[in-house]
């Protein structure tokens, strides 16, 4: 009895803090009527019990909405220019440079930045939640059942910020006193579906259901499950290796306020800065080891054209029975690869073997029937799920100070990857999905 009620001392103290406020207060204090402000009618809104989580919830899919209705015109600008520059580039002289600058990077870098747009909204529209005071509401609602699932109620912030960045995620745990909520949040956080797997769930998910409404419900469908499988995940942890309660969590409410245009633009471009230094350092990188792998060797190849003879394509048989079981074949495998250094290079990837854009990735993907509706909402599964990029590895190095936690986060990813898309897959047969 005694451990209990020092488990719960901090949360008595608090208690008792703001009861000695209240009897102050009721004495020295009176007020002729009780009326509500606009923050308490709000509140009573979003922190209701039974409301707290649906909205939230529909705050989310209305973030989804906004994110491709406003960013599509600027994604199809971007594409025209990066086919224009392709088209230019195939009539030089010099092959080698041509197909480096139309399939290299045209075709896999230009189908990386076509998702800039996407990219910059969802952090914009993040921001304006961030701003107007409603994110720790929010935190203050998911923290009823993050309690009881075995995660802090600080580790909905870290979270959150994993749909922009796993990394910041990762580095904002630093604010989670108790080790062992710290350590849970660390290796669940890399579930939360950071801004570099948008893009492959925009292309797959239009590849597998054209575009519109059932797309969008799609990528949605990959954050809650992202989400629900770091509680579960959590829970697990929580009864095997960090057995105990989580503490408790004391936030105080900042307050309403219109979000400002310099706050809300200052988030939206210090997270957004991030894909710019990765897509022009990293991505630029590995785009040029994959145009070269499968442009190479260039007689056998015919410089690109007959990929099948290429470096990429004798390393691609080699992993494929890996993931052939799912429906998947060699590039896709390739491109999971490749994605371990950045998951925005999956996209490229495609482009670079597929050359184009990414509506002629798109529709050279439906043209070969690479996917079918289940075994590409299986690749977006198993992208939302398998190792996280290698600079947030080198983060979870830094942040637990351990090897061996490192170590057994990319094993468990890739464990539970391989175990929930082979789930999918299963299920959607016996289900008759194509």
């Known amino acids: 009895m005694g451990e209990e009620f020092l488990e719960d001392l901090d949360v008595v103290f608090a208690e008792k803090r703001y009861e000695t406020i209240k009897s102050i207060l009721s004495q020295v204090w009176r007020r002729k009527e009780v009326k509500w402000t606009f923050t308490d009618l ?64 045209c075709g896999g870098l230009g189908s990386v930045f076509v998702f800039v747009p996407p990219i910059f909204f969802l952090f914009l529209a993040l ?27 600080r580790s909905f912030v870290p979270m959150i910020m994993g749909f922009g960045c796993n990394i910041p995620g990762i580095m904002a745990t630093r604010t989670i006193e108790n080790e062992n909520d710290r350590l849970i949040t660390i290796l669940v956080n890399p579930l939360m579906s950071c801004s570099a797997r948008l893009p492959v769930y925009v292309l797959i998910s239009s590849v597998i259901f054209g575009g519109g409404y059932l797309a969008a419900a799609s990528i949605y469908v990959m954050y809650i499950l992202g989400i629900a499988l770091a509680i579960v995940m959590a829970l697990t942890f929580r ?62 190849t015919g410089g690109g054209v007959n990929i099948e003879a290429s470096y990429i394509a ?104 391989f175990i929930v898309a082979g789930a999918t897959i299963g299920i959607g047969r016996l289900l008759g999905i194509p």
Request: with cysteine.
């Open 314 to 417: 004798a390393f691609g048989h080699l992993i494929e029975p890996l993931v052939k079981p799912f429906g998947w074949n060699w590039m896709a495998a390739v491109a999971l690869f490749f994605g371990f250094l950045a998951k925005e290079v999956v996209v490229g990837t495609f482009g670079a073997l597929l050359g184009g854009g990414e509506e002629m990735v798109r529709d050279s993907l439906i043209e070969a029937g690479m996917f079918t509706q289940l075994t590409g909402f299986a690749f977006m599964v198993f992208t939302l799920i398998y190792v996280p990029c290698v600079a947030t590895v080198g983060v979870i190095a830094r942040e637990t100070n351990s090897a061996k936690w490192t170590i057994f986060s990319i094993v468990y990813l890739i464990v539970l990857a």
């Open 127 to 153: 921001a304006v939640l961030e701003d107007s005071g409603y994110l720790a509401r929010a935190a203050f609602v998911m923290d009823r059942v993050m309690y009881r699932l075995g995660l802090h109620g």
């Open 42 to 105: 709000l509140d009573h809104a979003f922190l209701h019990r039974g409301l707290g989580i649906p909205i939230f919830l529909s705050l989310l899919w209305a973030v989804f909405l906004f994110t491709f209705n406003f960013s599509e015109p600027f994604m199809v600008m971007i594409e025209m220019f990066f086919s224009w520059v392709g088209g230019f580039a195939s009539g030089l002289e010099n092959e080698v440079l041509a197909s480096f600058i139309a399939d290299g990077i």
């Open 239 to 300: 009864k095997t290796l960090f057995k105990g309660k989580p503490s408790h969590f004391l936030l105080e409410f900042p307050p309403y306020r219109i979000p400002t245009k310099r706050n809300v633009l200052t988030l939206t471009w210090e997270r957004a800065k991030w894909f710019l230094i990765r897509a022009g350092t990293i991505i630029f990188s590995v785009m040029i080891i994959v145009w070269f792998l499968s442009s190479f060797p260039w007689e056998a």
